[in-house]
């Protein structure tokens, strides 16, 4: 089980200068590692399935993959000696992350969709590098032993939980200065509540109009952080678009615009993870909608739906579910459960009839059993029952 926690960093001026230093060198290591695949692939591929009677044929060599490119990095420090100053698994970080981003623009990823064409970065686009090897005790009070770069201060807010070892660390140059994302795991499995054993289910249906409606009637109101921001990030934005490319003011304008946006999100983020706290300290069963996002964020509820941030919300319910990092739900084992949302809505939840009604008709009012509810109140019924493996609809409204 694999866990991410993640504390802010506080750097010296001489750690900063140097973390700077190491993104720089990384950066460039990436870039010259990416030209070496993009000059191999325009070399080597053909835009027919033939080749033409007379054609260039370039000089052979070998496909560069993520071991070949690994194997240069010796010579790299030999040629470069101040590359010796970065940690070795920091430099092979880098050099996975050129393959992975090849292998999806080439292949595609585990459901075969293929990514754009990977880009050199920028000097604002790589923000980030990554130790993987620790000693036994990495760290010390609020203090953490990054591999031959020394220790740093942290935030620690909260403790590693107990069993768990550090496998990564990932350092990211934020809007607000330096974090450090820990990547943590325990190979012990928790046991998960069998769907029998259930005592105390609970379905869910996101909306808008209420952020979520629970089957038993109560509901979470939506916060709308970022429409509320607006009015604040348009005159941030405002100052930015009116100074000049390349001057400090424009710097300085991005930077606020940056901490702007992330406080909204931090906010999110966090009312997010005190949601989904709520739900599973008094539920062992959420039953949610299956919900298509990047459908619905195309749509004229775009603005609306990446606000409320469905996607991180269910994301994070489910991650805590299985292991909830909290100290009175250790080894939790709980269920979250999405199901199909066809029809959750039109059907009625106590005779399972279907009752057609328009996105405006907020009230559910069955004609067949005379049953009266909160048009999400009765969507949230039916999520619940399918997801505890109960039809929504009878026998007689399917015949």
Not at 15 to 38: C, G, K, P, S, V
Not at 42 to 56: G, L, M, T
Not at 101 to 112: C, P, T, Y
Not at 175 to 194: E, F
Request: charge should be positive.
């Amino acid at each position: 089980m694999r866990l991410a926690y993640q504390f802010k960093l506080r750097l010296t001026k001489s750690q900063t200068t140097e973390i700077e230093r190491w993104l720089d060198m990384l950066r460039h290591q990436y870039n010259y590692l990416l030209a070496d695949r993009f000059a191999w692939y325009e070399q080597n591929r053909c835009a027919i399935n033939s080749c033409p009677i007379v054609c260039h044929l370039p000089e052979p060599r070998d496909n560069p993959d993520y071991y070949s490119q690994k194997r240069t990095l010796p010579q790299l420090k030999k040629d470069r000696p101040w590359y010796k100053a970065i940690h070795a698994n920091v430099l092979q970080d880098c050099v996975k992350r050129v393959d992975l981003a090849f292998k999806r623009f080439l292949k595609g990823d585990s459901n075969g969709r293929r990514s754009g064409r990977p880009r050199f970065k920028t000097k604002e686009r790589f923000r980030s590098l990554t130790f993987s090897a620790f000693s036994k005790s990495p760290i010390d009070g609020n203090r953490l032993n990054l591999p031959k770069f020394g220790w740093v201060k942290m935030v620690y807010h909260r403790p590693i939980p107990s069993g768990f070892k550090i496998k990564t660390a990932t350092v990211t140059r934020k809007a607000d200065g330096y974090y450090v994302t820990l990547s943590i795991q325990d190979d012990t499995v928790p046991d998960v509540i069998a769907i029998e054993e259930v005592t105390n289910p609970i379905g869910i249906d996101m909306g808008l109009k209420s952020f979520l409606v629970k089957s038993d009637g109560s509901e979470v109101e939506i916060p709308q952080y970022y429409r509320k921001a607006q009015k604040r990030l348009k005159k941030i934005q405002k100052a930015v678009s009116r100074s000049k490319k390349g001057s400090k003011n424009r710097k300085k304008a991005v930077k606020r615009l940056g901490q702007a946006h992330k406080k909204v999100a931090d906010t999110r983020k966090d009312f997010h993870f005190k949601t989904a706290k709520n739900l599973l300290s008094n539920h062992d069963l959420v039953a949610h909608e299956k919900l298509n996002i990047k459908g619905l964020a195309k749509t004229r509820m775009a603005k609306s739906v990446l606000d409320a941030g469905w996607g991180q919300f269910l994301s994070i319910l489910s991650t805590k579910a299985v292991r909830v990092a909290w100290p009175t739900a250790i080894n939790a084992g709980l269920i979250t459960k999405a199901v199909n949302p066809r029809n959750t809505s039109q059907n009625c939840s106590n005779c399972g009839q279907k009752v057609p009604k328009k996105l405006k008709d907020r009230i559910h009012s069955c004609p067949h059993c005379g049953y009266t509810a909160d048009r999400d109140v009765n969507a949230a019924k039916n999520i619940l029952k399918l997801a505890v493996g109960h039809p929504v609809c009878s026998s007689a409204a399917r015949s």
